[in-house]
């Protein structure tokens, strides 16, 4: 019941919200059809908790309620964020907190994997939490190109006086079908939230072979120190490693980014990276570091693990190859964030810029996944607005082939309370996260006063 209230009144709250922020106004263009002609709801069954937020029309200047199912912080998440990814089967996974939670149906069913005693010699088979300091972990997961999902907790200080960080690799063999862990004991005196990539191979390095390489970085290190992280050929026993020198000296590379002409499978439309992981894979093999080195430079990781410095200059640090062989690359600055895209392998890039109006004044968070089955490209911010709370807000391109401006833009959510990220922070949102499922639903993460932690929302209603 407490549910079905919450959901009457939030319809309510956004049906007399009205609009507001750039194009939010009311004014048709008669020769303009409404992208609202056709939207259909592409999931007939209800959820416990569903929503309207108000979706702007860009090219037409109306607004109009679209519906969303919410879930709370019980999905998988924490006190303080979501990490969500979605997989070509077309599940929603989530392991904002201790372990994968993951849902096939969006959001009916769902499932959880949690870590139990394993035969395996190799992984030791500590109890991954103490009684009575769930929800202290965190962590990270993305499909592999192979169909293999690669994923880590992490569990701060948990385990008596010793209060030593933990590791936990946890990876879902696609050729078995089933989950498998090992514990990874690291030594940095502190890890937190990681982010996570696949290394595509084959891979053949002094670590081992494998059909790939998974690496996990830490929050904390990776933007503070450049410092390095762990590396894995299995998914479950994972080494150190450093990143090399941004004044450069590591072997120069040629390597054709050009994948248009090539029939890339469906994993490359889920296996971006949270943005902050600052590198993207690359079909032909390896990872790639986008304007890493300081004269602007990238940075490859080969199939033998080994770094490479590409001659090849990014408009940004945040990018993404989509299964079209499309190149994205998004940057932000002050409140406008640019979106370029290259079809030729980073030799020339087309761009739109979006500028979020006077009401934006600070960005909070940012994420964005390009979708090349779909020809999809979704933007979310999290703006500080000038009237004072955050606002959580997502763009749709459908079609960005052909043209890059976006068609909707959706304000997420209330907008109606001031987060920030940080540990301290009383209400705290953490980092954006986003997903695009198989039909072109958005998976998004926001927060607004009807919870005390970060909910997050599946679009239920698509343009036919």
Excluded at 113 to 124: E, M, N, S, V, W
């Amino acid at each position: 019941m407490q549910r079905a209230l919450l959901s009457l009144a939030l319809v309510c709250s956004m049906l007399l919200a009205g609009c507001f922020g750039d194009g939010a106004g009311t004014v048709e263009d008669e020769n303009i059809s409404s992208i609202w002609e056709s939207y259909e709801r592409v999931d007939a069954q209800s959820h416990d908790l569903e929503a309207n937020f108000v979706t702007v029309d860009l090219r037409t200047n109306q607004s109009t309620n679209t519906t969303w199912a919410v879930f709370d912080a019980t999905y998988g998440g924490n006190c303080c964020e979501h990490y969500l990814a979605t997989s070509i089967e077309g599940q929603i996974m989530n392991i904002g907190g201790e372990y994968p939670v993951y849902s096939a149906d969006r959001g009916h069913e769902w499932d959880t994997y949690i870590p139990g005693a394993l035969p395996d010699a190799q992984c030791r088979t500590f109890i991954p939490t103490n009684p009575g300091q769930e929800g202290l972990g965190e962590g990270s997961i993305v499909q592999a190109t192979n169909g293999d999902i690669i994923s880590m907790s992490w569990y701060p200080y948990v385990g008596g006086d010793l209060k030593l960080d933990k590791f936990y690799a946890l990876l879902y063999d696609e050729s078995e079908g089933e989950w498998t862990w090992c514990y990874n004991r690291i030594t940095e005196p502190f890890y937190d939230r990681s982010w996570q990539v696949e290394v595509v191979g084959p891979i053949s390095s002094s670590l081992g072979n494998g059909e790939w390489a998974s690496i996990v970085v830490s929050n904390f290190w990776h933007q503070t120190q450049n410092a390095g992280g762990q590396i894995s050929v299995d998914g479950l026993n994972y080494y150190p490693f450093q990143f090399p020198d941004r004044s450069g000296g590591d072997p120069s590379i040629e390597l054709d980014l050009d994948f248009t002409a090539d029939d890339l499978p469906a994993y490359w439309d889920v296996n971006k990276p949270h943005k902050e992981m600052r590198a993207f894979p690359v079909p032909s093999g390896g990872l790639l570091f986008p304007s890493y080195y300081s004269n602007g430079n990238a940075a490859y990781m080969d199939t033998t693990l080994s770094w490479n410095e590409l001659e090849v200059q990014f408009p940004s640090e945040y990018c993404q190859i989509d299964r079209a062989g499309a190149l994205h690359c998004v940057s932000n600055s002050g409140t406008s964030f640019t979106h370029y895209m290259s079809t030729d392998g980073a030799i020339t890039w087309s761009n739109y810029t979006y500028t979020l109006g006077e009401t934006a004044s600070l960005i909070e968070e940012w994420e964005f996944q390009a979708n090349g089955e779909l020809d999809l490209f979704v933007l979310n911010v999290r703006y500080q607005s000038t009237e004072g709370p955050d606002v959580d807000t997502v763009y749709h391109v459908r079609g960005y082939s052909e043209d890059m401006t976006p068609d909707t833009l959706t304000y997420i959510g209330l907008g109606d309370l001031d987060s920030t990220s940080g540990a301290g922070n009383d209400i705290r949102f953490d980092f954006a996260s986003l997903g695009i499922l198989n039909d072109g639903g958005v998976v998004v993460a926001y927060h607004d006063s009807t919870d005390p932690d970060p909910l997050f929302a599946v679009e239920l209603e698509l343009p036919n």
